[in-house]
């Protein structure tokens, strides 16, 4: 069995795709310039005690009037791919209805300025900024909105179908149904089983009716979805941990895949769905998608606890494991079987569209942010992305989290992801000594692969 120690050479397959990913709500700010309306995480940030520091993502790296620097950082870093999303609520302010052409306008220029940069625009239609007015209506747990997100992916498509080819319906839907409905750490912030059951199945609905209409309107459309995927492990050995653990890994790993390409739920979780599932519900949720984005950061860990309403308790990683700066368990081996497992389960081409290393950081006297740490990470996962290829895992991407320093979620900005430093208070970017090692190794990789 090969390791990620032993693998540093294994060429992986001709067009491997080196990328960057972002999320609109986290970098682009301008959150009420040109007509955008207000999204959930809008209206979640603003509440005391929320988000760490109080902070919201007001402004963030200001990329709605930066983007074209923001082009050129990665045009520097040689990556051949950027995946972003758009702002449901920048597109349609009400979520439905009337599109706003300000909002469409701004991402015909960034579409536009990454093409004229030889960067492949990877398009996700939902990374967590569901328009408020949509929340207003029952948001996830309305049956109907459904169609609301077919409609607006018919209108993304339409648009941009001309110059985009790669379209995601939904960034880690686990984790927002999960957080948003199970623990209140997300909007809506609430914890009724019943609903997060509810939100699960709809978000499965609209990802069929979104895969359809992106096919219609842009038949030569390459779609997907993009889930997180994570070993889920019991804190200790015990059978209830076990159990919990197993529970767990149907949440997190199985809701959305399992039904969106298997066609059925697991177990656990298609007794608790069933009463929310109509007549010809999974042959609507189930389509043979064009690839599996995997996000990866490091395994998960549950609890038994008879209170806990889920059956289940999450866990902190056990004391003794490696971590990076912010705490999050370092496990290369995890994303090699993760990789492996994804494709023996599904047997679909896979893009690797979010990993990366989280640290609280600055620049040091010279300006510099000599960021090692990070440096290590990216070189032992992406060794383990290639030991995974060596043993057959069929990995055809590798996009890291992320182009900039960017609002994290409910850590606000005391977390920074960025191979490239955003100096809050400024706007000015650094590109931090990740961002050099990565474009060396594109540069490296590139050469391989040309000769
Ligand atoms: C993922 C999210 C992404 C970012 C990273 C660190 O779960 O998709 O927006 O927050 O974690």
New binding site residues.
């Given amino acids: 069995m090969p390791t990620w120690n032993d693998a540093p050479a294994q060429a992986l397959p001709r067009g491997f795709v080196w990328g960057v990913s972002t999320?609109s709500y986290?970098i682009e700010g301008a959150v009420q310039a040109d007509g955008r309306g207000p999204s959930v995480w809008d209206s979640y940030s603003r509440v005391p005690g929320h988000i760490a520091n109080g902070d919201t993502g007001d402004v963030a790296c200001d990329h709605y009037h930066r983007y074209a620097e923001d082009i050129a950082l990665m045009r520097g870093l040689g990556v051949g791919a950027y995946r972003f999303s758009v702002a449901w609520p920048r597109v349609l302010p009400a979520g439905t209805g009337v599109a706003n052409e300000a909002g469409l306008v701004f991402y015909d220029r960034l579409i536009d300025g990454l093409l004229a940069a030889g960067i492949d625009p990877w398009l996700c239609l939902y990374?967590w900024d569901l328009p408020q007015a949509l929340q207003d209506r029952g948001g996830w747990l309305n049956r109907d909105i459904a169609g609301w997100f077919a409609d607006y992916a018919g209108l993304i498509a339409r648009r941009f179908g001309d110059r985009v080819r790669r379209f995601a319906t939904f960034?880690?839907p686990s984790?927002f149904t999960l957080f948003g409905y199970g623990f209140a750490w997300h909007p809506p912030g609430t914890t009724e089983p019943a609903d997060l059951w509810k939100a699960i199945h709809h978000v499965n609905l609209a990802h069929g009716a979104g895969v359809d209409a992106l096919r219609q309107a842009a038949p030569a459309a390459s779609v997907g979805a993009i889930h997180?995927v994570q070993p889920a492990r019991p804190v200790q050995q015990t059978a209830a941990d076990e159990a919990a653990a197993t529970l767990l890994d149907e949440y997190w790993n199985k809701a959305f895949p399992e039904a969106q390409i298997l066609g059925h739920y697991p177990p656990a979780l298609s007794r608790a769905i069933e009463p929310f599932i109509q007549s010809g519900d999974m042959a609507r949720i189930c389509r043979q998608p064009d690839w599996f984005g995997v996000?990866h950061?490091s395994p998960i860990y549950a609890r038994a606890d008879p209170a806990a309403r889920l059956g289940f308790a999450w866990a902190d990683s056990p004391p003794d494991v490696p971590r990076s700066p912010i705490g999050w368990q370092l496990d290369p081996a995890a994303f090699r079987d993760t990789l492996i497992d994804v494709h023996r389960r599904y047997r679909l081409p896979i893009y690797v569209l979010?990993n990366g290393a989280?640290a609280v950081e600055k620049p040091d006297a010279s300006g510099e942010v000599n960021d090692r740490e990070r440096i290590d990470y990216l070189a032992t996962y992406t060794g383990a992305l290639r030991a995974a290829v060596a043993a057959g895992a069929d990995v055809r991407g590798y996009f890291v989290?992320s182009l900039l320093d960017n609002f994290?979620?409910g850590a606000g900005y005391a977390n920074r992801?960025g191979l490239v430093y955003v100096d809050y208070p400024t706007q000015r970017r650094i590109p931090k000594a990740s961002a050099r090692w990565y474009a060396e190794m594109i540069r490296a990789e590139k050469a391989r692969a040309t000769r």
């Fill in positions: 999320s986290q990374h960034n880690e984790v997180n996000n950061y979010e989280g989290w994290e979620w992801f």
